[in-house]
């Protein structure tokens, strides 16, 4: 069975203190990983898709990774505005696009 | 360009009622999604439809239908409300084909207490 699992749930940092978030999966044929932002009553927005291992991709404090069996979002001096819950999803090889969530890490930055 | 739209925001049902959660999308996807999302919980893939006229049980599908007859709409319908269908729910959206994995974008979510 297709699975995410996102370590640690919840993450405080202060301000400038750079951190890593993890997202392990277990799926069959692996097409796609992608990290969303999800900030309180709101819906996920879209950071990332990585496709293969060794992929990177940067958008400004934040960092994606991805090996054959996790993804690592790293987040270098982070500033208060960056807290949100980070959600990551996988989807496989069947065509019919559907995602696998994880339950998110929650990140607070304080200042 | 207004993306997913989701009506209503909030809403409190009675044991036993019924109604239509709205979603619509002004983008043209093909690929439309319903997931609810409880707390400290991913999101959970409740219907999806690949094109008008065309729709699947996703994970969690008992007690909700879905339908789609336009390429924009795809309302999800609950029957009679029960405890366990208090959540958040997101509707979903893409383009996605064979050769392009396009991400889904999000509407904002519609809050659902049932009492």
């Known amino acids: 069975e297709d699975q995410v699992t996102q370590s640690p749930e919840a993450l405080r940092l202060q301000e400038g203190e750079s951190s890593s978030l993890n997202c392990s999966y277990t799926?069959?044929?692996?097409?796609?990983l992608f990290w969303y932002r999800q900030d309180p009553g709101k819906g996920p927005e879209f950071l990332f898709t990585?496709?293969?291992a060794g992929e990177e991709k940067e958008k400004e404090r934040l960092k994606a990774t991805l090996t054959k069996k996790e993804s690592f979002l790293h987040i270098t001096a982070p500033k208060p505005e960056d807290s949100a819950t980070y959600l990551c999803?996988?989807?496989?090889?069947?065509?019919?696009?559907?995602?696998?969530f994880g339950s998110g890490t929650r990140l607070l930055v304080r200042p | 360009n207004a993306g997913v739209t989701q009506t209503p925001k909030f809403r409190i049902l009675k044991i036993g009622q019924s109604m239509t959660l709205q979603c619509a999308q002004d983008?043209?996807?093909?690929?439309m999604y319903w997931y609810r999302q409880d707390p400290g919980m991913g999101l959970k893939l409740i219907y999806y439809?690949?094109?008008?006229?065309?729709?699947d049980k996703g994970e969690v599908p008992n007690g909700y239908n879905v339908s789609r007859s336009t390429t924009e709409d795809f309302p999800l319908r609950l029957e009679l409300a029960a405890p366990s269908q208090t959540s958040v729910y997101f509707c979903?959206?893409?383009?996605?084909?064979?050769?392009?994995?396009?991400?889904?974008?999000f509407g904002d979510g519609t809050r659902l207490s049932i009492l």
């Open positions: 979903a959206s893409t383009d996605w084909t064979e050769n392009s994995n396009q991400p889904q974008h």
């Open positions: 799926v069959s044929g692996l097409r796609g």
């Open positions: 990585l496709y293969s």
């Open positions: 999803a996988v989807f496989n090889m069947d065509s019919s696009y559907k995602l696998i």
């Open positions: 983008m043209n996807h093909n690929y």
């Open positions: 439809s690949v094109g008008a006229g065309i729709t």
